[in-house]
């Protein structure tokens, strides 16, 4: 019987350096309002010993970088696998090794050391964090992970548009048109959306579909929130993007207008032949 091979080897990369981990590695940044960063010391022994850096370690063969992050993090600082929420994924790429950092939301966990490869783990604020002894690597990530700590993506779905920009008959069961998106977008909420902007963030973002007219009677599903408007589709979508100025708003439109309208709040646009595309590759 063959054995799958063990993904906790060095992988000695086209750019030069031995990086750990065969399929890749990732680590979880977590952050808490209250405390701040969550971070580890490495014990002595490990590559980097003595370091800073974020729990983590190798992908194990079949792994998603979540479910390597999240199962590193309880493995050495014992947190819940439930305990957090992902809001983003940033990727450095190598070419023939790659590090995703996940970038989550928590509140209250208790971290502790839980196995040799930890010496301490500890809470910090951000703007401390620079001042650590840290890993070559997470020192380097830093500058471009700062910003995001806690940055939450809200996707705005003007549904009108985004359902009107293909021409596959929607006109003819406007309602059930609007169903299929929602089905869509909650299926897009799960696997996680690519930034329009940056191909190394994936964002998993809360996403807000504004449906008016005939479309108006739709419920709302898991990972996708549904805002009736009652008359003007483009108020209340510009009304609900200013309604979560703290986050990064992303709105889903071809309208200039309300693209106008948002990006004057601080929101970002994207094209429903983009959003589309990320769709089709989820829904084939």
Known sequence: MSQQPSA???VRCSCGHLHWGRYGAAGLLLFDPARGVLLQRRAWWVHNGSTWALPGGAIEAGETAVEAAAREAFEEAAIPVDAFRALS???VDHGDWSYTTVLALADDIDAK?????????RWVDPDEVPGYRLHSGFAAAWPALRPRVGQELVLVVDAANVVGSRPDGWWHDRHGAAERLR????????AGLQDPDDPTLTWWPRVILVVEGKASGVRPV??????????????????????????KVLVATADRELRRRVEALGASAMGPGTLRTQLDQLNP
């Open 183 to 190: 089905d869509q977008l909650a299926r897009l909420a799960e």
């Open 113 to 121: 050391v839980a196995n040799t490869e930890s010496a301490e783990v």
């Open 8 to 10: 906790s080897v060095f």
């Open 89 to 91: 994924a940033s990727v």
């Open 222 to 247: 898991k990972g996708v929130a549904v805002v009736p408007a009652d008359t003007d589709g483009d108020s209340k979508i510009v009304e609900v993007a200013g309604q979560h100025r703290q986050a």
